[in-house]
């Protein structure tokens, strides 16, 4: 069956621009997860969904970014006025909920802010 | 959740068996050991989880301590596509808890996989 997916899968944007990524859960799974990875820092946790809630936002870098999920399916994680720092390549992940349901990943955006 | 240990590289040779070994001694009661790897480019790709007990599949085995402190993620026929970077994760459930089930990545460990 179809997998994650997310567009664009890369995105090359000026700084200073708002952005808008996307990502398509597998269908039926109601938990989505944000992560970005970048050089410097590795993988982390952004944020997650449950259905169309969030209910840990911990990972958000700062106030420009934000997210929203709509119909318990698709997710877009949008940052404004964007910055050089956010260059990175921006994960999405989704599961089933309860007990140990592993994620499965998107092949991921890759972001470059010049 | 829990953080563990990984060495930052290892080597195998191909068709041969790669064990990498991960220690979490801080695991809690109710978190699982996940394996998780990343070829150059790629999203992770889920391998294998554990809880107490040994786990097998068609990729990898999970062999883990008695005391769940430590765990050992076997390929059994190491082929150069298993050239990747490979982490050991501890969490949570994905419900009734507060981390919700959110994977906590460290640096893994870069397998390479030689002819």
């Known amino acids: 069956g179809a997998g994650v997916s997310q567009s664009p899968s890369n995105k090359v944007t000026e700084k200073g621009k708002d952005v808008e990524l996307r990502c398509d859960p597998i269908?039926?799974?109601?938990?989505l997860y944000w992560y970005r990875q970048s050089l410097g820092q590795g993988l982390e946790f952004l944020i997650y969904?449950?259905?169309?809630?969030?209910?840990?936002k911990s990972g958000l870098p700062s106030d420009r970014f934000s997210a929203e999920r709509t119909g318990g399916s698709v997710s877009t994680l949008t940052i404004q006025r964007t910055q050089q720092e956010d260059s990175a390549v921006y994960l999405c992940?989704?599961?089933?909920?309860?007990?140990?349901?592993?994620?499965?990943f998107g092949p991921g955006t890759r972001l470059t802010v010049l | 959740d829990a953080k563990t240990t990984q060495p930052p590289s290892m080597d195998c040779a191909e068709g041969r068996a790669a064990n990498l070994p991960c220690n979490h001694s801080t695991i809690s009661g109710n978190e699982y050991v996940y394996w998780y790897r990343q070829i150059h480019s790629q999203g992770p790709q889920y391998i294998i989880h554990g809880l107490k007990n040994n786990e097998t599949n068609e990729m990898a085995s999970l062999i883990i301590t008695e005391d769940r402190k430590s765990s050992t993620l076997i390929l059994p026929h190491a082929t150069l596509r298993d050239t990747a970077v490979y982490y050991c994760i501890v969490r949570g459930p994905n419900a009734g808890g507060t981390s919700y089930g959110k994977l906590t990545f460290g640096q893994g460990t870069i397998l390479t996989v030689h002819p």
């Open positions: 969904f449950q259905g169309n809630s969030a209910p840990d």
């Open positions: 269908s039926g799974h109601t938990a």
């Open positions: 992940a989704s599961s089933l909920v309860g007990g140990a349901n592993e994620q499965f």
